[in-house]
């Protein structure tokens, strides 16, 4: 369980919270509902996402069951410190898609006194830890992973098993390209794939 922290107004550092998973775990649904209670606490809060997830809006942050908040689309990580300004809390989605600067990002905010939350893959469609996510919850003071339910087996699935014979790293799909697995469910999936291409 996440517990929020404590503000010790003498001490001016934020922090970073990362929220990771496979897809279809609740990664956007959770950086929404956090970014939401800061709003609704009359927080500044600011919302970045890469420029490239047009999946549901150009603008908007959204969840696969379709909540969603304004943010601002960014092709860059360092664009995210040119557009900050007098913020209390900045919420980051899909952050495996940024550059590898997305790390000192994060970490000049927070040290600036900003609450930071990020949401991202933490591994790709091979399993393999996902471009910067790995440093980011390294350094991150928080980090919160969610998994999603495995369609084969109901079991906690934490890989994004892709259903498409597409090797780029980067393929934005929904339920037609991925499907989350558990690790035995992974293993296999991957097996009869690896077989098939013979």
């Given at each position: 369980?996440?517990?929020?922290?404590?503000?010790?107004?003498?001490?001016?550092?934020?922090?970073?919270?990362?929220?990771?998973?496979?897809?279809?775990?609740?990664?956007?649904?959770?950086?929404?509902?956090?970014?939401?209670?800061?709003?609704?606490?009359?927080q500044r809060v600011e919302i970045f996402k890469p420029k490239i997830d047009v999946r549901y809006d150009e603008?908007?942050?959204?969840?696969?069951?379709?909540?969603?908040?304004?943010?601002?689309?960014?092709?860059?990580?360092?664009?995210?410190?040119?557009?900050?300004?007098?913020?209390?809390?900045?919420?980051?989605?899909?952050?495996?898609?940024?550059?590898?600067?997305?790390?000192?990002?994060?970490?000049?905010?927070?040290?600036?006194?900003?609450?930071?939350?990020?949401?991202?893959?933490?591994?790709?469609?091979?399993?393999?830890?996902?471009?910067?996510?790995?440093?980011?919850?390294?350094?991150?003071?928080?980090?919160?992973?969610?998994?999603?339910?495995?369609?084969?087996?109901?079991?906690?699935?934490?890989?994004?098993?892709?259903?498409?014979?597409?090797?780029?790293?980067?393929?934005?799909?929904?339920?037609?390209?991925?499907?989350?697995?558990?690790?035995?469910?992974?293993?296999?999936?991957?097996?009869?794939?690896?077989?098939?291409?013979?």
């Amino acid at each position: 369980m996440f517990l929020e922290n404590t503000v010790n107004h003498t001490e001016q550092f934020g922090w970073i919270e990362v929220i990771c998973g496979s897809m279809f775990s609740g990664k956007t649904e959770e950086l929404i509902r956090r970014l939401k209670r800061a709003q609704f606490a009359k927080q500044r809060v600011e919302i970045f996402k890469p420029k490239i997830d047009v999946r549901y809006d150009e603008n908007e942050v959204v969840s696969h069951n379709k909540n969603s908040i304004r943010s601002t689309p960014v092709p860059i990580a360092s664009n995210i410190l040119l557009l900050v300004n007098d913020v209390d809390v900045v919420g980051i989605d899909e952050a495996q898609f940024f550059d590898d600067e997305i790390v000192s990002v994060c970490n000049n905010l927070a040290n600036s006194g900003v609450r930071v939350i990020v949401a991202g893959l933490d591994m790709d469609f091979n399993g393999k830890p996902f471009g910067p996510m790995p440093a980011l919850m390294a350094t991150a003071e928080y980090v919160t992973k969610v998994h999603a339910v495995c369609t084969k087996t109901g079991n906690l699935a934490h890989y994004s098993f892709r259903k498409t014979q597409n090797e780029d790293l980067v393929l934005l799909g929904e339920t037609l390209e991925y499907e989350p697995l558990s690790r035995a469910a992974y293993f296999k999936a991957m097996q009869e794939q690896k077989n098939t291409k013979k």
